[in-house]
């Protein structure tokens, strides 16, 4: 099957300001993308520290963002989530607060908020139609971050929800890939799939060879030291998952027999509640405090 085409032009010739961070917690890179030419920024896939045992949530790591867009006397306009996470709690809203800023995400937030309004049975109250973002991104939107001109890239099968945001010369993969010697991401969560994620992958590769692309996730394969930037080029001749011309039934097979043996991300039950309300606690109870939902055996995926 042909992947659909790009529905824009990358332009090479732009060289946003890319500056990551990283959480080891969680293993996850957030990343600050300043237009050159002003000091407009965009942040990129924040997050909110958790401490499960506890139930207790902080904000170092977003904090230190903060402190460095506020020393740099940088100005946020966009606050972007390439996907609903698993993995991690957003601070985004948090950022939002304190800096400004509108909040983005991909616009089959909707199906994420259904499939898992559902799970945790939110009840009527809670929307599901993405109106707690501030933009929801369709394939081929765009955006401005002071002079420079973003690209959105619909690319669902990790969740229906997954974009990636094509920035000049740069582009900010989520879960859609790894690095090369990591492959790529799993596909069996509710509404993931591991066909369409093949096909999202071949859609990414036909962007030119030299763009940059940046990771949301690094686990140090092999023990080697955590990275986050690659290339289209790299990818397409050494990807462990999809390089070298991978069948879309070889991927499949290999992604499905794979995923069977992973267990759940352990931040995947406070991550899901957070991330498809923008990074909102649920609302509090007459005692004043928020709760979450553990819905046992609801994300068993070996249920019938």
Known sequence: MTAAPIPFTPDLRVKPDVVAFFDDDSNTISYVVKDPNSNACAVIDSVMDFDYASGAISYESADEIIAFITEKGWTVEWLIETHVH?????????I??????QLGIGDRISVVQDTFGKIFNEGTEFQRDGSQFDRLFTDGDSYQIGTLTAYTL????HTPA???HVIGNSA????TLFMPDGGSARADFPGGDARTLYRSIQRLLQLPDELRLFMCHDYGPNGRDIRWETTIGEQREFNIHVGKGTTEDEFVAMREARDATLSMPRLIIPSLQINMRAGHLPKAEDNGTSYLKVPLNGLNKKKD
């Open 86 to 94: 698993a993995d991690h709690l957003s601070a985004a809203p948090y």
């Open 96 to 101: 939002q607060g304190k800096l400004g800023g």
């Open 154 to 157: 619909f690319t669902p099968g």
């Open 162 to 164: 997954d974009m990636v």
């Open 172 to 175: 900010f993969v989520g879960d």
